[in-house]
């Protein structure tokens, strides 16, 4: 029995049986299923997150929102292929979303595959020049590439949205020196 059959104390409500009364105790809504799943990931609780919102997807398969939330969930899992491709599910549906552009740099940093990761901080930054998340993930493909000089203006570029903190400052100093 998966985690969020546990939850429930019975089998977890599939897509079709969303639409009824999804039985005693179980989400009856998918707007109820979703704020489970967010509970659930809330509390550290990735696996029954992921379920719920699997389901929420299969219900409602053209909702940007609920393959980002389970692209978060997967991440939590540290499944950041499976993250990969629920967040280019979410984006093929509405690229405009610039924390989905964000994660998806970071699961494909994660993943060992720095050119992906930044094209990705590329959707993020051309939807919205001052994120600097997006900024700082480029900072960390660079680095990572020993363009340090590239690395460093991107750090500070992060530095001049976000303001000076001491991890963003030590991460400059770390690629400058």
Known sequence: MSAFARALGQPPADA?????DGGKGAPTSLVALTRYGLERQARGDFQAAVEAFRAVAGAAP???LVWNNLALAL??????????IALRKSLDIDASQVSAWVSLAASLLQLGRPDEAESACDGAIARDPDNGDAWQIRAMVLAGRDDFGGAAAAF????????????????????LF
């Open 156 to 175: 500070a570029r992060t530095l001049e949205i976000t303001g000076e903190t001491g991890a963003l400052r030590a991460n400059l100093g770390v690629t």
């Open 16 to 20: 079709a049986s969303l639409k009824g």
């Open 62 to 64: 053209r909702q940007a």
């Open 75 to 84: 991440g939590g899992l540290g499944d950041h292929e499976q993250a990969a």
